[in-house]
């Protein structure tokens, strides 16, 4: 089974307000608790990798731009 981790991440980070944002995490919990043991298991793997993907992402962009600062003079 394959999980759309973004598609949760960007609704989050386009939500209105904290209560919105609460409702898209209570979705995954659902999701999450609807799961068998080795859907559970395929879930948690895929959101660690997904996490790290976007934390490396952020890692990068956030170099490029500290990097592009330093460039300035900034």
Known sequence: MQFDFRKYHIRSINAADDAERAAI????????????????????????AFLAREVGRIKSDYESVKGGLSDTGN
Do not use: C, G, R, T
């Not at 209570?26 to 793997?45: G, H, I, T």
């Open 25 to 48: 995490n209570q979705e995954l919990k659902d999701l999450y608790a609807s799961l068998s043991d080795a859907d559970k298991a395929d879930f948690n793997e895929q959101l660690q």
